[in-house]
């Protein structure tokens, strides 16, 4: 696994997913792939429905051309977008809503992204934007990318980091009604998340010993227990138990204040529930939120944004996201193939 | 109401109520009392134990001395601290954890900075950190000063507001288990937080036409009902029935974009529960946190933080935070004043 074929060259081949066609992620996956910035450190190559991407590389000053696997890796001309067509597409597609056919699409280059990067074909993924209610239209249920690729690689643990600059955040739930979010929480849960993230910030970000830290659910952390006692019963628990195995866990420190400076301490803090970890995320300003997946057998990373249905096909997405996502699944694909 | 009497001066008088003895309360009540930069646009008054304010002056370089009412406004020389004695300590009391104690001094102070706005005495109260678990062991139940001050001026609708330089942020719900934020959330609770909020904007701010931006409650907000229905069936409808009345409300947005930038378009945010709105406020880096209550028929504000029962009774409390509040709490009570 992990990417056999990062190429005869020193930079690795990573597979780009279209997304849903309802959306900008074939924007800004044709634009990431045609990019400079990510041609300098990888060799990329594109997953869509062929016929879909050559009518809109054409807008974005690109062309596109078949992949023919290893096989003939003449270089790309400056402009040229190699792509393996996955297809899914009959007809005219509906942009700005999503729609079953755009769940189809996307769903067909992202199982085919996963086989090529089990069998080694590629060192790593970056997905663009899909739409859970599309993929849901489509039959995949009420899913999203991640949920996905641990199907696909039948990953029973595994977290979704996002990253920016220098603040990581490792989800304890991801897409989870807030109604539901308490009940989603253990103990033995926790310590699953904190095992996977210490070992992956190891592995993906090459930090010796990481340190993580815990946010409460709860305001001000349950008052004690006088309010809630989800910090006293469960999260407090599961620091403890992570502390006695020897990994480095601290908290549970109130949200508002972990995110204010305290972050800085941790190599990454561990959010329960969407929310909590997105604000301080997006309130970033520097850089780009890159989301990067851990503990499935693959390395797959994306943009932190979404599907944004309202400015699909005009060309004024901003395809910085995709870029910064494409680049750093470049590097930990050459820093996992470098382990080997 | 609305504190009658702001003073023969310009000044207008305020009441700084001392807090959980156990916390750093006391300490920044004294400091922000004899900050030069709260004197020169208030007459405060602190309200509390005198004999542990007395004994707790020393170490803050201040000198204690008990208030005579309207009766003998003497200027107060450059480090003299007027209190009100309103008792409630006997004995030695525990620093640094909530107790009974506490807990029966604080809300004492409370209850009389109360009645001197209700009467006019004062044109504002600015409360220093209380411990809900204090206040619980103490009988109050396990309330929040929002709640008290509620419940002492027999106010049915309410609303905490913070504020933090430009951005300001309206609570639907406050000091709320995670678990049971999304029963707590009803469309008409919403309409009635967004009332208050434009009309306090416009009392307190100088606002004319407040504008409000909504927060969803769950994460892409419920996936247009695919992931939870709170924002079909709550939000958006209490959105609706707000502009039917003629106000300027707009959302829900998800919190992660609407904290981004986009809460600049708006007077104020409303957030659904404590971390989505408490998280943004405490990462904004410029100026301090204060926190207004809204509703009540006096004007009150307090620091965005708590007690800090960890630093308590060392001198090292930062009193920027209770200055800011005591200022603003002049500021308000000169403008309410004023309007008259």
Not at 159 to 176: D, K, Q, Y
Not at 283 to 297: A, D, F, H, Q
């Amino acid at each position: 696994m992990w990417g056999m074929n990062v190429g005869r060259s020193s930079k690795p081949r990573i597979a780009i997913t279209m997304g849903d066609p309802g959306g900008i992620g074939p924007e800004i996956a044709v634009a990431a792939a045609a990019s400079p910035g990510l041609r300098r450190v990888a060799d990329p190559v594109l997953l869509g429905d062929i016929d879909y991407l050559d009518a809109l590389a054409g807008g974005l000053g690109a062309v596109v051309v078949p992949d023919c696997g290893r096989a003939s890796r003449a270089r790309p001309g400056p402009a040229e977008v190699r792509v393996i067509d996955t297809g899914g597409i009959t007809g005219k597609v509906a942009t700005g809503r999503p729609t079953a056919q755009g769940g189809l699409a996307a769903g067909a280059a992202v199982e085919t992204a996963v086989d090529l990067a089990v069998s080694g074909e590629v060192g790593g993924v970056v997905t663009a934007p899909v739409s859970k209610e599309s993929l849901a239209l489509a039959g995949y249920g009420m899913i999203g990318h991640t949920e996905m690729l641990a199907r696909l690689t039948r990953t029973r643990s595994y977290a979704m980091m996002l990253a920016r600059g220098g603040l990581r955040v490792i989800f304890a739930t991801t897409h989870v009604p807030i109604s539901k979010v308490a009940r989603r929480l253990n103990a033995e849960g926790l310590v699953e998340k904190f095992t996977i993230g210490i070992k992956y910030l190891k592995a993906y970000m090459g930090i010796r010993s990481p340190r993580l830290g815990v946010c409460c659910l709860n305001p001000h952390c349950g008052e004690g227990g006088l309010l809630s006692g989800e910090e006293k019963n469960i999260i407090i628990p599961a620091v403890r138990a992570a502390k006695r195995r020897g990994m480095s866990v601290d908290g549970p420190f109130p949200a508002d204040s972990i995110f204010r400076g305290d972050a800085a301490r941790f190599d990454a803090v561990v959010a329960m529930y969407h929310d909590q970890g997105m604000i301080p995320l997006k309130m970033v300003k520097r850089e780009e939120v890159v989301n990067i997946t851990l503990g499935i057998p693959i390395v797959r990373t994306s943009p932190g944004h979404g599907t944004a249905f309202d400015i699909a096909g005009r060309f004024e997405a901003d395809c910085r996201g995709m870029v910064a996502a494409a680049r750093e699944c470049a590097r930990i694909a050459k820093r996992v193939s470098n382990a080997r």
